[in-house]
């Protein structure tokens, strides 16, 4: 049974920061790429970040280019968004996926093509 679960949300200060961690189980991570999304209240969810499979490749939505980083450890069979300068405009429900395309390197920004989720984990932002 495959299993993505998400962690380190919270409630943060504008201009603060956090990590989050999706931790994977029940296949084999080295061979998916992984991206984020997320989805504030009454808006669709919306992409943020994607690593491919081996974290060679990355490609952020403009909304967070130069505030937040994605990485993964495929050790850990764990992706990483780190998120700097936080706003509140930054507050969703954030939700990592599972992409299997191994071996070849390209990666999804939409997330019709997602094999698989994680529950998601709650980041809010105070003014």
């Known amino acids: 049974q495959v299993q993505l679960v998400e962690s380190g949300g919270g409630l943060v200060q504008a201009g603060g920061s956090l990590r989050l961690s999706c931790t994977a189980s029940?296949?084999?991570?080295?061979?998916?790429?992984a991206g984020w999304f997320r989805q504030a209240p009454g808006k669709e969810r919306e992409f943020v970040a994607v690593t491919n499979w081996n974290g060679g490749k990355t490609n952020y939505a403009d909304s967070v280019k130069g505030r937040f980083t994605i990485s993964r450890d495929n050790a850990k069979s764990t992706v990483y968004l780190q998120m700097n300068s936080l706003n509140p405009e930054d507050t969703a429900v954030y939700y990592c996926?599972?992409?299997?395309?191994?071996?070849?390197?390209?990666?999804?920004?939409?997330?019709?093509?997602?094999?698989?989720w994680g529950q998601g984990t709650q980041v809010t932002v105070s003014s």
């Open positions: 996926a599972a992409d299997y395309r191994w071996p070849a390197t390209s990666i999804l920004t939409t997330e019709g093509g997602y094999d698989y």
């Open positions: 029940g296949l084999t991570f080295s061979r998916y790429a």
